[in-house]
């Protein structure tokens, strides 16, 4: 399996992402996950606002919340 590298876009004090991030650290990827506040960046603040958590993929494939360490693991198989 190639290294990929995620993306999790957050804000803080979203407990919501706070599980998700509970769960992309399940899954063993907190080392090659990168998580990026959407409030630091207008674009992500406009694709994201209602929208966070969502984790993407380096192909630019999107996993929004809720999802399950399952479901998590079966997005990250199916791009094989």
Do not use: S
């Amino acid at each position: 399996m190639l290294m990929l590298t995620l993306t999790l876009f957050h804000t803080d004090g979203c407990h919501l992402c706070e599980q998700a991030w509970a769960l992309v650290e399940q899954a063993g990827l907190a080392g090659r996950t990168r998580r990026c506040d959407i409030l630091d960046d207008a674009d992500w603040l406009e694709a994201y606002r209602v929208r966070i958590p969502v984790v993407r993929d380096e192909a630019g494939r999107e996993l929004g919340w809720p999802f399950t360490l399952a479901e998590l693991q079966a997005w990250l198989a199916a791009r094989e």
